[in-house]
């Protein structure tokens, strides 16, 4: 029996990710192969561009939530958070190396997951869906532009909200219609980009519905995972297209 060990750092006050990981893991059924979800936490509470929201993401609270993993044996660390989508891609590179370097253990993150899956993908443009404020999502777009990757502004959809606990309400009909506004305009792959949304369960609906393919940023953490420790991603089942990509 091989078994395998997920350890996932976590924003304190997200309540979407642990049970969305967690159900995507257990959709995995494969004999001799027993694989378990870990989680650890640091603060984060605002998501807005100001220098104290910036601040929730310094490496020492994480790196901090990551040696705790370490104390659990996990096989591969994921921060699943988004944040580099507006601190920069390089923050998250960064961050994996300092991990890395103190626990010994291979780490990836959900937006480097989801950089690596528009690689494999081919893709140059996407929608992009967050709950947060516009200033994040023009951050988001000017980064995704600096490695060409084309976020139009006629594909891209906000909520404007700042408080974590306030992002975890909003409602799968909100959703539906965010996701439905960006296909309608023509964007044929899409991210659902906050990992604190309940998205992840809509997206095989999204899928078949608009013929769309959707890059959750909770389940890129999940394929990035599985991928680093040579686990098939085509054993995640119910989860959207994502999980077949090579």
């Not at 999502?137 to 532009?145: E, F, G």
């Not at 306030?166 to 219609?177: A, G, K, M, Q, Y």
């Not at 659902?192 to 949304?197: G, P, R, V, Y």
């Amino acid at each position: 029996m091989r078994i395998v060990r997920l350890g996932v750092i976590v924003p304190s006050s997200n309540t979407a990710l642990e049970p969305l990981t967690n159900a995507i893991v257990s959709s995995i059924h494969s004999e001799g192969l027993s694989i378990s979800v870990h989680f650890s936490r640091f603060r984060v509470t605002t998501i807005d561009l100001s220098p104290n929201a910036s601040a929730q993401f310094q490496f020492e609270p994480i790196l901090s939530a990551a040696r705790l993993l370490a104390d659990a044996k996990v096989d591969v660390i994921g921060w699943s958070g988004t944040s580099a989508g507006w601190l920069g891609f390089e923050h998250d590179e960064r961050l994996c190396a300092a991990i890395e370097a103190e626990t010994g253990i291979k780490t990836t993150t959900s937006v480097l997951s989801l950089n690596a899956l528009m690689h494999s993908l081919g893709v140059t443009s996407i929608g992009l869906v967050t709950p947060y404020i516009k200033g994040m999502n023009d951050a988001i777009r000017a980064n995704y532009a600096a490695i060409g990757i084309d976020i139009s502004g006629n594909w891209e959809r906000h909520l404007g909200i700042t408080d974590n606990n306030e992002i975890v309400r909003v409602d799968e009909s909100t959703l539906d219609e965010m996701v439905m506004d960006v296909a309608a305009n023509g964007a044929l792959v899409l991210t659902t980009f906050c990992t604190n949304l309940r998205a992840a369960q809509r997206v095989e609906y999204w899928e078949k519905s608009l013929r769309v393919t959707v890059l959750d940023s909770v389940s890129t953490t999940v394929w990035g995972m599985l991928k680093m420790v040579g686990v098939d991603t085509r054993l995640v089942k119910g989860w959207g297209f994502m999980f077949e990509v090579d």
